[in-house]
């Protein structure tokens, strides 16, 4: 096995990785900027070296074989390995102090984490950070991936959790907001008038959607009428600004509407639709001590906001 080891490459591994990340040769060829016929040679000479079939075709699906599972596990840790080390040398050879790469869903990622990193970096003047928005699956694919040191993220039954921490720090909470266009409701708002309400709402499909629709029907409530679907929260909150209708909108982000008046929260008596916030990373991942203290510093103070605590 060493010497068979000894003659793959990482990039063999990562287009493996990157086909069963993507479920697609196509779609792996176009995000690795190689050709498909590369892609397939790629595939092709793993499987003549490890001898055994990787995948198979379940219809249009690619379906990792028993030992495709096996390789699949290993490449994934070697190539995200590899791409931590390459950063790390890199930063060391350009006089980084320190860098961090922290990945999140979209509201994190564009509400809460913008202001807490700012001010880190004030305190750490030759760290460099990068924040990078996902929708919450690809946020902790980005840890499977090495692409990022650690992800704050919501999470729905889909997610691929394998081999990682996933530690839930606060609860962010879904709010039913309209806009002052639209005239106060009579009458008390049950689950059947919240059915029926006009909705602006993530597009169908989308894990923010899956999340918000499971914690409804927790409360017998099916909508009935979505007359927009939006792929980013701050298009969602426009579209109700302008007088469209009614949006379920976590409470972190919404600071800004409730100061100016933009939005006003619809109270739902008897009914509190909280989602987790988890922190993901590699438990075998070793973090340098800037990164260390980046995720201390925005384990606390995301945890002080969302719970209503007063931030730093």
Same mark, same amino acid.
């Given at each position: 096995? %060493?010497?068979?080891?000894? @003659?793959?490459?990482? /990039?063999?591994?990562?287009?493996?990785? =990157?086909?069963?990340?993507?479920?697609?040769?196509?779609?792996?060829? @176009?995000?690795?900027?190689?050709?498909?016929?590369?892609?397939?040679?790629?595939?092709?000479?793993?499987?003549?070296?490890?001898?055994?079939?990787?995948?198979?075709?379940?219809?249009? %699906?690619?379906?990792?074989? +028993?030992?495709? +599972?096996?390789?699949?596990?290993?490449?994934?840790?070697?190539?995200?390995?590899?791409?931590?080390?390459?950063?790390?040398?890199?930063?060391?050879?350009?006089? *980084?102090?320190?860098?961090?790469? *922290?990945?999140?869903?979209?509201?994190?990622?564009?509400?809460?984490?913008?202001?807490?990193?700012?001010?880190?970096?004030?305190? /750490?003047?030759?760290?460099?950070?990068?924040?990078?928005?996902?929708?919450?699956?690809?946020?902790?694919?980005?840890? /499977?991936?090495? =692409?990022?040191?650690?992800?704050?993220?919501?999470?729905?039954?889909? /997610?691929? !959790?394998?081999?990682?921490?996933?530690?839930?720090?606060?609860?962010?909470?879904?709010?039913? *907001?309209?806009?002052?266009?639209?005239?106060?409701?009579?009458?008390?708002?049950?689950?059947?008038?919240?059915?029926?309400?006009?909705? !602006?709402?993530? @597009?169908?499909?989308?894990?923010? %959607?899956?999340?918000?629709?499971?914690?409804?029907?927790?409360?017998?409530?099916?909508?009935?009428?979505?007359?927009?679907?939006?792929?980013?929260?701050?298009?969602?909150?426009?579209?109700?600004?302008?007088?469209?209708?009614?949006?379920?909108?976590?409470?972190?982000?919404?600071?800004?509407?409730?100061?100016?008046?933009?939005?006003?929260?619809?109270?739902?008596?008897?009914?509190?639709?909280?989602?987790?916030?988890?922190?993901?990373?590699?438990?075998?991942?070793?973090?340098?001590?800037?990164?260390?203290?980046?995720?201390?510093?925005?384990?606390?103070?995301?945890?002080? @906001?969302?719970?209503?605590?007063?931030?730093?």
């Amino acid at each position: 096995m %060493r010497s068979l080891v000894s @003659q793959l490459s990482i /990039h063999k591994l990562e287009v493996f990785c =990157t086909v069963i990340e993507l479920n697609s040769f196509s779609r792996a060829a @176009q995000k690795l900027n190689i050709t498909q016929p590369v892609v397939s040679a790629h595939i092709k000479g793993l499987t003549e070296k490890f001898e055994v079939p990787l995948l198979v075709r379940n219809g249009r %699906r690619i379906v990792l074989t +028993e030992d495709g +599972e096996r390789v699949h596990r290993w490449a994934r840790e070697l190539v995200s390995r590899t791409l931590e080390f390459e950063r790390e040398m890199s930063d060391s050879q350009r006089g *980084v102090m320190g860098r961090a790469s *922290v990945g999140a869903s979209m509201t994190i990622g564009s509400y809460l984490l913008p202001r807490l990193v700012s001010e880190f970096r004030r305190s /750490h003047p030759q760290g460099e950070i990068s924040v990078q928005s996902y929708n919450p699956i690809a946020a902790t694919d980005a840890i /499977h991936s090495g =692409t990022c040191d650690y992800s704050f993220t919501i999470m729905d039954p889909r /997610h691929d !959790v394998e081999d990682l921490d996933a530690e839930p720090i606060a609860d962010d909470e879904l709010i039913l *907001v309209t806009s002052e266009r639209i005239p106060p409701l009579d009458g008390p708002l049950t689950p059947e008038v919240i059915a029926g309400l006009p909705f !602006v709402s993530a @597009q169908a499909g989308m894990p923010r %959607r899956e999340i918000e629709e499971n914690l409804l029907e927790r409360y017998g409530i099916r909508r009935r009428s979505i007359i927009l679907e939006f792929g980013h929260a701050e298009s969602l909150k426009q579209a109700v600004q302008a007088g469209a209708g009614y949006a379920f909108v976590f409470r972190s982000s919404l600071r800004d509407e409730f100061k100016t008046g933009a939005l006003r929260e619809v109270k739902t008596p008897g009914m509190v639709l909280k989602v987790p916030v988890y922190l993901v990373r590699r438990p075998n991942k070793r973090l340098s001590s800037f990164q260390q203290r980046l995720m201390d510093f925005l384990i606390d103070e995301i945890t002080a @906001q969302l719970e209503g605590r007063p931030v730093a």
